[in-house]
């Protein structure tokens, strides 16, 4: 199944996608719903980011090719995680399908893309075990955790290395019926494939975030968990189109531009 | 004046206080509002967190010697920031005025206070600058920002350090005529003073932080940024009552509970 978010007569309102025809809902994935009798077309509506979270979670390094790409890059030593450790970027960021991302005019040129799976969960659970962890989980959308790689490096936090307005697409919708181990991800820069990795081949995996997660925290419903990215990014620039596809789930395509060209 | 966030047959309603007198209000005061005719007295009423943010920002290391104490504690070489960048905190720590903060049967003795500021921000704005900065924060509250202190040395993130249910407690209510220069933070344990510091005494103040911040980041109503704390930080054990005051704001008071005790 397929969850969309769209904006309808200038409100947002979930809905869900069968094929191309979009079927707008009473209510949300994340309570009571119910089909209304309206049906639209796929290309004629707008789609908003799948779901605005409570809590924004990211895993960071969770890739070991990437790891060592970013060390390189940053000039420190790669330090793969020993454990599941939780981040966080932040809902200013976040940018829907199609959205422009705006690098800001004092931004070097080390704006780089990160394909990611992301992980919506779908209701309030705490102490999740290995056996009914993926029972919490709604569905899964795709994410780009944009990153300036010059702020970094020298900032204390990612404040706007990762959270930079605009730096955080997310879309297309969210799909609910996904087999993890099948997934690939493909991230394309104007029609170029650069890199395709099976999504699934992460250092910690879904079930070990939930789980580890939830030995102390709460998550709730629309929370979502941004899981990663593997490999080397290249960087991006006014003009381009970075698209990233993972099967079975859809492709989350965005324009670029730099702020005051 | 003072906008507390209350239970009201079940749900949550803006409210202002007047002395002991609370009248609730329809709307918010991040929105159109009027006052009800409903008059309650402050001790029958439920306080909740006072706004649960879109985004949960926090400064972090932002007084000298609290970064030179947490960085003994912690084994490393105290760091001032030489710039104002922002941290993040999660709203599945958030409890309000009175409620319990539980520390997790495996974390160690070292869970400790820190009080602080907290900035409440009432409108959309971007670009801030020295001049209309405060002019888009609605008011203050106060935060109590619970650590562990062995989870902040060894984790790679602060997910559980700082993040762990029940570790942000928050309230009582928001003052909006606050004079940053007169304030005084003062830190009880069981009644015992530990600390008193001016509270305006930060290595990057509010101004600092809302015009380097909105350089990138567009704050949204109801946004809030946790200020930091001063001094050195003490640990709080089952049956402890934990009270951070802020002349002028009021007093965060929450009782301390070991799970499983």
Same mark, same amino acid.
């Given at each position: 199944m397929r969850w969309a978010r769209i904006e309808l007569n200038g409100a947002p309102r979930y809905a869900v996608i069968e094929g191309d025809t979009v079927i707008p809902v009473n209510g949300s994935p *994340?309570?009571?719903?119910?089909?209304?009798?309206?049906?639209?077309?796929?290309?004629?509506?707008k789609l908003l980011v799948p779901v605005v979270p409570p809590t924004f979670y990211a895993a960071g390094m969770n890739y070991a090719e990437h790891v060592k790409e970013v060390a390189a890059k940053?000039?420190?030593?790669?330090?793969?995680?020993?454990?599941?450790d939780i981040g966080y970027r932040a809902n200013n960021a976040l940018v829907a399908q199609?959205?422009?991302i705006v690098i800001p005019a004092d931004a070097t040129e080390l704006v780089q893309y990160e394909g990611e799976l992301v992980v919506v969960i779908g209701r309030k659970c705490k102490n999740l075990t290995r056996e009914n962890a993926l029972s919490a989980v709604l569905g899964y959308t795709i994410g780009n955790d944009v990153s300036e790689r010059t702020w970094q490096?020298?900032?204390?936090?990612?404040?706007r290395a990762k959270?930079?307005?605009? *730096?955080k697409p997310m879309g297309p919708w969210i799909e609910t019926?996904?087999?993890?181990?099948d997934l690939v991800t493909k991230i394309r820069l104007n029609g170029e494939q650069l890199i395709a990795f099976p999504t699934n081949h992460m250092i910690f995996g879904v079930v070990d975030f939930l789980v580890n997660m939830t030995t102390c925290l709460t998550l709730y419903p629309g929370d979502m968990i941004w899981m990663g990215t593997e490999g080397a990014t290249a960087n991006m620039k006014h003009g381009d189109v970075v698209e990233v596809e993972i099967t079975g789930i859809g492709t989350l395509r965005n324009p670029v531009a730099r702020e005051g060209r």
């Open positions: *994340f309570e009571a719903w119910d089909r209304t009798s309206q049906r639209l077309k796929l290309d004629d509506v940053v000039g420190q030593k790669p330090n793969l995680p020993t454990q599941a199609g959205e422009t490096k020298q900032d204390r936090t990612l404040w959270n930079t307005d605009t *730096f019926d996904v087999k993890l181990e």
